[in-house]
C-alpha cells in the first residue's frame, strides 16, 4: 500500500478548467501522482463544454500521429528529472491486454484511465480523476511535472516535486502481502 502524502499543488487554473494534484501515493517501486480535473461551463456553450469534458478521456481523442502536431484536445502531462531524463503521456500504448516480461527503459509516465464524477445539484462541472504512474521511482531531487491542454485553455505549466519527500514516504509503504517466506 502506498504511503499517501498531501500535495495540494495546482499544476494550472484558467477560467473553465482546473488541474490540481491533491495528493502522491509513494511505493517502493514508484509513484502514484493523483490528478483532478475539473471543468465548468462557465463561458462555453453546452456544446463545447461536453465536448471539452470528452477530451479527457484519451481514447476520445483521434489523429495522434508521430509526424503531426499533438490534437488541441490532447491533454498531455510529463515528467523531467534533473539529469534531463523525461517521460510524457503522449503515445501510450492504451493496449495493456499484453504483459511486459522485462521492466522497460525508464522513466515512464503512464497515464491510468480517468473517472468521471458530477458535484450533486453542479450539472455546469465536473471532476476527472486521472492516475499518472511515474516508474521507477524518482531520482531523491526535486524534479518537474508538467500538463498542456491547448482545449481547456492550459498552456505548458511546469511544477516542481520533491523526489527526496517521495522517497522518504516510499520506506512507509506496505506489501499487500507479507512475503510467506
Known amino acids: 500500500m ?3 502524502m498531501i500535495s495540494g499543488l495546482v499544476l494550472a487554473r484558467v477560467p ?9 501515493q509513494a511505493f517502493s517501486t514508484g509513484c502514484l501522482i493523483n490528478v483532478d480535473i475539473v471543468t465548468r461551463r462557465h463561458t462555453l456553450s453546452p456544446e463545447d463544454f461536453q465536448a471539452l469534458q470528452l477530451s479527457v478521456f484519451p481514447h476520445m481523442v483521434t489523429g495522434v500521429k508521430a509526424d503531426q502536431p499533438l ?9 523531467r528529472f534533473a539529469d ?6 503522449v503515445g501510450q500504448n492504451l493496449d495493456r491486454t499484453q504483459l511486459r516480461q522485462d521492466p522497460p ?10 473517472g468521471m464524477s458530477m458535484r450533486a445539484g453542479d450539472e455546469d462541472a465536473g471532476v476527472m480523476t486521472w492516475g499518472l504512474w511515474l516508474w521507477p521511482s524518482p531520482p531523491r531531487e526535486r524534479f518537474e511535472l508538467a500538463v498542456e491542454w491547448p482545449v481547456g485553455g492550459v498552456g505548458l ?8 519527500a517521495i522517497a522518504t514516504a516510499a520506506q512507509q509503504a506496505a506489501p499487500y502481502w507479507p512475503d510467506s517466506g
Open 84 to 89: 534531463g531524463a523525461k517521460a510524457t503521456t
Open 157 to 164: 505549466s511546469i511544477v516542481e516535486l520533491d523526489g527526496a
Open 2 to 4: 502506498g504511503a499517501v
Open 71 to 79: 490534437p488541441d484536445q490532447l491533454l498531455r502531462f510529463g515528467v
Open 16 to 24: 473553465n478548467v482546473a488541474i490540481t494534484v491533491p495528493t502522491l
Open 105 to 114: 527503459p525508464g522513466p515512464q509516465l503512464t497515464s491510468l484511465l480517468p
